[in-house]
């Protein structure tokens, strides 16, 4: 299978961003839902994955670079662009309807900050991952 530059950074990006951040909410939502995590807990697993994300970006995004040294040089062209605005509108959607079913949720009950947060934040993680998820199978379907 060959794939283009664009479709092997989309590809290294959706599976750290599903390896670090799977491991981060499973491990807070456990914590909270056990009472063993606090605020500063949370930040520090928080601000771990982030710096994990980015580090693991560098490196992979410099290694398909460095194989790809043709590609790479290239400037992204009108399909790439196209498929990034059909795969962003699609999951800015999908957050905006999290959000809304999250914060109906809220209102309804008493539940904690550290929930509605972290709630909030996986939805960002759910619109990313369906971002990354579309653009994959517009390169796949050519349109």
């Given at each position: 299978m060959n794939l283009s530059f664009e479709?092997?950074?989309t590809w290294a990006s959706l599976v750290i961003i599903l390896i670090v951040f799977?491991?981060?909410?499973?491990?807070?939502f456990d914590g909270i839902a056990a009472g063993s995590l606090d605020k500063a807990d949370i930040t520090g697993l928080f601000f771990g994955a982030v710096i994990t994300v980015i580090v693991m970006e560098i490196i992979l995004h410099i290694a398909i670079a460095v194989f790809n040294v043709r590609d790479a040089d290239q400037p992204t062209d009108e399909r790439d662009r196209l498929f990034s605005m059909r795969a962003g509108n699609i999951s800015g959607w999908v957050l905006g309807f999290g959000v809304l079913?999250?914060?109906a949720q809220t209102f309804m009950k008493d539940l904690n900050p550290m929930w509605?947060?972290?709630?909030?934040?996986?939805?960002v993680f759910v619109s990313q991952i369906v971002s990354y998820a579309l653009k994959l199978f517009y390169y796949r379907r050519g349109y």
């Open positions: 479709e092997k950074s799977t491991g981060y909410f499973s491990q807070v079913i999250i914060a509605v947060a972290n709630l909030l934040l996986f939805m």
